[in-house]
Nanobody, 121 residues
Framework: VQLQASGGGLVQSGGSLRLSCAAS????????IAWFRQAPGKEREGVSC????????YYADSVKGRFAISRDNAKNTVYLQMSSLKPEDTAVYYC???????????????WGKGTLVTVSS
């Protein structure tokens, strides 16, 4: 099982980034895929999730209207388009997968290594 997040980097406040999460080793189309983030000194928090059953997307209040999640089952990949980035979005971003839970920080089956997003003011 592998989840590989990529696309992080340094961006100025107000800028955009697109993160990708490439999955392998499990039946991707049957799993809910979520993005989490963890800023220095803070707990991991759920950012967004896309349900595999009906394509519903969920977002943390802090990113609603700025982030958009999408998935391409043919490529086993989930994307997180991040716009209007703020310094408080600075964190390591992780993708995770689970057949039942959409955004459970302690309940996801599979986790990938993170990708660092740094937003400068």
């Amino acid at each position: 099982v592998q989840l590989q997040a990529s696309g992080g980097g340094l961006v100025q406040s107000g800028g955009s980034l697109r993160l990708s999460c490439a999955a392998s080793g499990f039946p991707f189309e049957y799993y809910k895929i979520a993005w989490f983030r963890q800023a220095p000194g803070k707990e991991r928090e759920g950012v967004s999730c896309m349900d595999n059953s009906d394509g519903s997307a969920y977002y943390a209040d802090s990113v609603k209207g700025r982030f958009a999640i999408s998935r391409d089952n043919a490529k086993n990949t989930v994307y997180l388009q991040m716009s209007s980035l703020k310094p408080e979005d600075t964190a390591v971003y992780y993708c995770a997968a689970d057949p039942l839970y959409c955004m459970a920080p302690n309940g996801m089956d599979h986790w990938g290594k993170g990708t660092l997003v740094t937003v400068s003011s």
